[in-house]
C-alpha cells in the first residue's frame, strides 16, 4: 500500500515562496505518475501538476504554469512542489497523490480521476 506523506506547507504573503515535499513509502513498483492536486474551501479538488517518475515529463494547470515547478528526487522517493510568486487564490489543502496508470492523453481537468493514492494534505494560505 502506498503511503504518501506531505510536508511545508504554510502561511505566506503574496508574492512569497513555499517549498510542498512528499514522502512516498510502502511500494512495491513505484508509481508511474505522482501529482499535487488542492482544493479550496467550497470548491472541487484540481490539479496542479504532474511528473513522470521514470523521466522527466511535467504538466501544470494553466493557473500555476511559470509560478510552480514540480520536480523528484528518486533516492529519497520525494516529489516536491516549489510555488514562487503566490497569490491568495493559491489558498487551498494541498495534496499529494499517485498513481500506476497513464495520465497522459485526455483532458487535464479530468487527470484527477487516474490517481489512487492519496496523501492527508498541508495547508497553504497566502494572505494579500
Known amino acids: 500500500q502506498v503511503q504518501l506523506v506531505e510536508s511545508g506547507g504554510g502561511s505566506v504573503q503574496a508574492g512569497g515562496s513555499l517549498r510542498l515535499s512528499c514522502a512516498a513509502s510502502?511500494?512495491?513498483?513505484?508509481?508511474?505518475?505522482m501529482g499535487w492536486f488542492r482544493q479550496a474551501p467550497g470548491k472541487e479538488r484540481e490539479a496542479v501538476a504532474a511528473?513522470?517518475?521514470?523521466?522527466?515529463?511535467?504538466y501544470y494547470d494553466d493557473s500555476v504554469k511559470g509560478r510552480f515547478t514540480i520536480s523528484q528526487d528518486n533516492a529519497k522517493d520525494t516529489v516536491y512542489l516549489q510555488m514562487n510568486r503566490l497569490k491568495p487564490d493559491d489558498t487551498a489543502l494541498y495534496y499529494c497523490?499517485?498513481?500506476?496508470?497513464?495520465?497522459?492523453?485526455?483532458?487535464?481537468?479530468?487527470?484527477?480521476?487516474?490517481?489512487?493514492?492519496w496523501g492527508q494534505g498541508t495547508q497553504v494560505t497566502v494572505s494579500s
Open positions: 497523490a499517485a498513481t500506476p496508470r497513464d495520465v497522459t492523453g485526455g483532458i487535464w481537468q479530468n487527470v484527477i480521476r487516474r490517481f489512487g493514492y
Open positions: 510502502g511500494y512495491t513498483y513505484r508509481p508511474k505518475y
Open positions: 511528473i513522470y517518475t521514470g523521466g522527466s515529463s511535467t
